[in-house]
């Protein structure tokens, strides 16, 4: 029997958080901090007070490697249709069509904001050299540091770039293990969800408090990191009950899809609307790993994954309302998917692919140099935009951050997919 799911990422999908929680251990203790397990959270944590964030990053990682050339089609090279005889997506079909691109129809959700200029594809994006492991690729899009021992990732560099130390200015949604591009020196929080963020034993029992004021007590003298750790994690419950106190009712009429992401993202909301000082909010979808029943626009996993990526990040974009004009969202995946189709009606691990971005900053419409197609049973959409370059823009343009820092080493190209920051 054929699975939909390659054997390399069913591992990291279901065996790998185990090895993610150790890591993450390792690296908190380094760090003169620490991991520490409260309710449904783990946290790696140190404290300090976080002041409310004028600009969020709401970054979607497409776990399995998406199929960029399903979700922006480019219409006008040939070789996508001869390629993909069964499974390429109708010319006629397309949503903001140019001379050469056009959005999967079950983006439709989304052409409010693209057709605003809000909403903005980068394709034939990358890492700078093609690795189609899992494992591998994922961790080295994590990282974005080629070369480095250092196990820091990306956006832990990001929010160690000032001296704010609070776990819940980046916090990891629908998973109780930090990704890769969170581990570091820098205290984060991952939490299932928003109900999770508790302290166990605080119920509707404790009537008198007694379960937070005997931990108190307990670690108020507690000496090295695992006391740091534990008053921080409980500083960081505490500070945040303005989220859990958030009515759980979508604001502006939103309806969220059922499902994770879905629900991630109106968790992501609440964070947000609760001002807590969140900078950075991480969500993982999938597994997009396509290499049986993709399918067509009638039947298959592409149609049913994008309707729920559409719809569950347009929820998210009008529950949010006015506060959209600080938040911005960005999408990652490992790498991309062959050219050509495979017998099962989907597609094997690539190289290029496209990132899309949504909210405040971005430049709407479709960026990035396209290479060419070739239609090959090994041919690969080709990388002419490093993905750590689009993501500069990002950290730059957005939250003031210094590309240098955050990426060491690397000289980012412009994309002009988002808009310069004002002096």
């Known amino acids: 029997m054929t699975s939909s799911c390659c054997d390399e990422f069913a591992a990291l999908a279901g065996g790998l958080t185990r090895r993610g929680l150790f890591r993450g251990l390792a690296g908190a203790t380094a760090a003169v901090t620490t991991t520490t397990a409260i309710g449904g959270a783990f946290m790696s944590t140190s404290y300090a007070a976080t002041p409310s964030a004028p600009a969020v990053l709401v970054v979607l990682s497409m776990r399995g490697a998406v199929d960029g050339m399903s979700l922006v089609v480019p219409h006008a090279d040939p070789v996508y249709y001869a390629a993909r005889p069964r499974i390429a997506v109708p010319s006629s079909k397309l949503l903001a069509k140019d001379a050469?691109?056009?959005?999967?129809?079950?983006?439709?959700?989304?052409?409010?904001?693209?057709?605003?200029?809000?909403?903005?594809?980068?394709?034939?994006?990358?890492?700078?050299?093609?690795?189609?492991?899992?494992?591998?690729?994922?961790?080295?899009?994590?990282?974005?540091?080629?070369?480095?021992?250092?196990?820091?990732?990306?956006?832990?560099?990001?929010?160690?770039?000032?001296?704010?130390?609070?776990?819940?200015?980046?916090?990891?949604?629908?998973?109780?293990?930090?990704?890769?591009?969170?581990?570091?020196?820098?205290?984060a929080v991952a939490v299932d969800r928003v109900e999770s963020m508790v302290l166990a034993g605080a119920d509707r029992w404790d009537t008198h408090g007694r379960r937070p004021q005997s931990m108190s007590t307990m670690w108020a003298d507690a000496a090295g990191p695992l006391g740091v750790g534990a008053r921080s994690a409980m500083k960081a419950i505490a500070d945040f009950a303005p989220v859990r106190a958030s009515s759980p009712t979508p604001a502006n009429g939103a309806v969220y899809p059922d499902g994770d992401l879905g629900a991630s993202l109106a968790s992501a909301a609440r964070i947000i609307r609760g001002d807590i000082g969140a900078e950075v909010i991480t969500i993982d979808t999938g597994s997009w790993d396509h290499h049986v029943d993709l399918g067509t626009l009638e039947w298959g996993q592409m149609q049913r994954m994008t309707k729920e990526l559409a719809g569950a990040l347009a929820a998210f974009l009008t529950d949010l309302g006015p506060l959209t004009s600080k938040v911005s969202v960005v999408t990652l995946s490992e790498f991309g998917r062959r050219t050509r189709e495979n017998a099962n009606y989907g597609l094997d691990h690539g190289y290029g692919n496209v990132m899309l971005l949504l909210g405040a900053g971005v430049v709407g419409g479709y960026h990035g140099r396209w290479p060419g197609l070739v239609n090959d049973v090994d041919g690969d959409l080709l990388v002419t935009t490093d993905y750590r370059s689009v993501l500069s823009e990002v950290v730059v343009g957005r939250l003031g951050a210094s590309s240098a820092q955050v990426f060491p080493g690397f000289q980012p190209e412009s994309v002009g997919v988002i808009a310069p920051a004002s002096p």
């Open 100 to 187: 050469f691109f056009g959005l999967h129809p079950d983006l439709a959700p989304l052409l409010p904001w693209w057709n605003a200029g809000s909403m903005a594809a980068v394709h034939a994006t990358g890492l700078p050299a093609p690795n189609r492991s899992h494992f591998a690729a994922i961790e080295a899009v994590e990282d974005a540091d080629p070369g480095s021992a250092a196990r820091i990732g990306w956006l832990n560099r990001l929010i160690g770039r000032d001296s704010v130390d609070d776990p819940l200015q980046a916090v990891q949604l629908g998973d109780s293990v930090l990704p890769a591009s969170l581990l570091g020196p820098e205290p």
